[in-house]
């Protein structure tokens, strides 16, 4: 009787596919911490600026919920962010938008 070498080729790829659920140690990776554990958010200001600030901070919360941010980024990009708002905040519309796209830019976002 002779088998056919697809249905064991498709048994193959299942098995290595089913272990790429695990961390190196054979353990399930634990999802990142919920935004909510994160410290509240300033004002970021009224106006267009302020709409901006407040629309980044909710991708980045997304971002991390969904664990494609790590702690180290949100770290570097949040004060940059802060600087942003203060700027928005002081009605310093103009800077506080290229200090947003600034930021943006530098950690990979549009």
Sequence with gaps: MKISPLPLAALLLLAVAGGCTTS???????????AA???????PGPGVCGEQIAA??????????????????????????????EACRAGKDAEAQRLLANAKKRHGYR
Aim: negative net charge.
């Design 24 to 34: 190196g140690d054979g353990t399930v990776p634990k999802p990142a911490p919920a």
């Design 37 to 43: 554990d994160a410290e509240p958010d300033s004002d």
């Design 56 to 85: 980044f901070r909710r991708v980045l919360k997304q971002d991390i919920s969904m664990g494609f941010l790590g702690k180290d980024v949100l770290a570097a990009v949040t004060p940059k962010v802060e600087r942003a708002a």
